[in-house]
């Protein structure tokens, strides 16, 4: 038994390892100080923040924007889809009309169409209806990709809720829509923000329609402002780390946030299939 | 059966906004690549879209290229699926067996981590990490006095595992932190009950956690069948389908097909096979969690 605990241990470690690596490199690269690229060492000589003052700070102030688009984006596309999700989970999970499954499994279908194929149409629609670089068209595509999920993950949550709380609030009185707004929404709060920052972290790594629904600089998010530490001839290699690691630091915090949510709700999808 | 309420129509307010809004965003947009798959819709000849039946197909059937980028998807997607869901019960099961607390936290905080970066930057992290120049390979091989040449997304031959590989990396812990909820998911008392019958280790992870672990494993592979058949970011950031057209998987021809060659309606036929392919696997995998679960 201790002979077989060791070989766990060691295996775990040099897993754990081999994942860390890539990490290491990637943020020891933005911390060396300039002219240090191409020294190739293991460690730093002396760690220096400069490349992230000056993506912060320098020329222009371009990541202020993406951020800036960034997070209008992931916070109006949240926004909406709480607001059309949340309504539609209590519907789904409190009564039983004709074609109540058939209407989920349309949902469940809808996660298993690709971007790539439907942003062919969208882009068309698009330019249809003029929203050609908005950021309003990128919302209303992000939302689409974030329904479903934020469904399954409010319905479970509904469903989990006795439904007799419902009926004595509305014997004693409660109109149906007094019910959802004085009984279901105080319970549902941390439920609520768990979907939404669910929303937020989906849409924040969205790059396929930024890219394609729009081409002004003005409009680019985090995830294409990365790419903009490369030049046609030249890689500014701290600083194109130095960008990831920023458009990856609101991720980390809403992943600490929501880790156990975000796991239960994927099993959630899990059992139901 | 749960007790429903009486008014059950009422549900239809309650669920009308988001059906309209899939209805008219993604159920339309769906059926408008079939459609637009019959015509050639190319913007830029001012033509409008003009109806040529099956010829999209047929083009789909005689070209090269969709057989190439078909083949390079089923790679990318079998490799990346096989390891993901291997590799991740794997360390899901040497997690679960560390007793040391701090260590295990430790360890699985840090496996974690790629969870919590961005696609993208995840894509131009293992972009520099295949580069020459940027690399701490070279530094590997400098020190073990090898002389090999490490540019694996400048080879034909190498760019396509490469960019599994960086696949793996990233989506593997996912599968690890499901794989932990699913083996938690399996009850005590069964493992009690066959210790009791004298079941040594070996034969508890064949006849219990095994059998346990299926239905997740059918599930699993299905839910990572749809996410990477048409996943197209990271094959676009590392390569753009290059070099040549060794790493072309569909979803970057589609896109090359749609927004650079401005052919709309040869890209939802495309894009419309494609679909068909991912929906049969995907369904043939729900039919056997049917079948045995």
Known sequence: ?273 | MKPKIKGQNVGYIFISPLIIYLFSLSIYPMIRVLYMSFFSVQPTLHAGEIFIGFENYIKVFNDPLFYISLQNTIIFVAGSVFFHLLLGLFLALLINKLTHNLFKNVCRTIILIPIAITPVAVAWMWKMIYHPAFSFVPLIFNALNLDITWALLAYPETALTAVTITNIWHATPYYMLYWLAALQSISPEIYEASEVDGANMQQRFRYITLPQLKIFFIFFACWDIINTFMYWDLVWVMTRGGPGYSTEILATYIYKQAFQALNFGYASALGSVGFLVMATVSSVLIYMMRERG
């Open chain 1, 1 to 273: 038994m201790r002979m077989i605990y060791k070989v766990v241990i060691i295996l775990t470690l040099i897993f754990t390892i081999l994942w860390f690596i890539p990490i290491y490199w990637m943020i020891t690269g933005t911390l060396r100080p300039p002219g240090e690229m191409w020294v190739r060492t293991l460690f730093p000589s002396t760690l220096s923040l400069n490349t992230y003052i000056d993506i912060i700070f320098g020329r222009g102030k371009e990541f202020a924007t993406f951020y800036r688009n960034s997070i209008v984006i992931s916070i109006a596309t949240t926004l909406i889809t709480l607001v059309l999700a949340t309504p539609a989970a209590y519907g789904f999970s409190r009564f039983k009309f004709k074609g109540n499954t058939t209407f989920l499994l349309l949902v469940l279908l809808n996660q298993m169409f690709p971007k790539v194929l439907l942003s062919i149409p969208y882009f068309l629609m698009i330019s249809e209806l003029k929203m050609y670089n908005t950021l309003f068209a990128v919302i209303l595509m992000d939302v689409v990709y974030t329904l479903p999920f934020a469904l399954f993950m409010m319905k479970g949550w509904f469903d989990s809720i006795p439904p007799a709380i419902d009926e004595s609030a509305l014997i004693d009185g409660c109109s149906r829509v007094g019910v959802i707004f004085r009984i279901m929404m105080p319970i549902s709060k941390t439920m609520l923000f768990a979907s939404g920052a669910t929303c937020f972290l989906f849409t924040w790594n969205e790059y396929l329609f930024c890219r394609t629904f729009t081409s002004d600089p003005e409009l680019r998010t985090v995830t294409i402002g990365i790419g903009e530490a490369i030049g046609q001839f030249y890689i500014d290699f701290p600083r194109l780390m130095a960008s990831a690691t920023l458009a990856s630091i609101p991720v980390i915090i809403v992943f600490i946030v929501i880790q156990k949510y975000f796991i239960r709700g994927i099993l959630s999808g899990a059992l139901k299939m």
